[in-house]
């Protein structure tokens, strides 16, 4: 990947060192700081807008999901029914 296909240059392009267990920690602390962001009402990182090459791909956001969803023992209707009484975010709404 060259300097200008980097999603983030503030990222390292090669993560494929890190151990299962490296990868697990930065997973749930990035999970958990995103969570604690969005109940707070901070903006998310994710504004409109943004290119193909800021993102990860549906198949790539979908093996992460599913792998969270798995290991948290969340099942996909869980999910929709979240989705569907609102999140954080719209809960934490003023009255």
Do not use: C, H
């Amino acid at each position: 990947m060259s300097a200008e296909e980097q999603p983030n240059p503030a990222v390292p392009a090669d993560l494929g060192g890190l151990s299962d267990e490296q990868l697990q920690g930065l997973l749930v602390a990035v999970v958990k700081t995103y969570a604690e962001r969005a109940a707070d009402g901070l903006a998310g990182p994710f504004p409109p807008g943004l290119t193909d090459l800021q993102l990860p791909t549906p198949t790539e956001v979908l093996v992460v999901i599913s792998d969270l969803l798995r290991a948290t023992d969340i099942e996909l209707f869980e999910l929709g029914m979240w989705q569907t009484w609102g999140s954080v975010r719209s809960s934490e709404a003023p009255a």
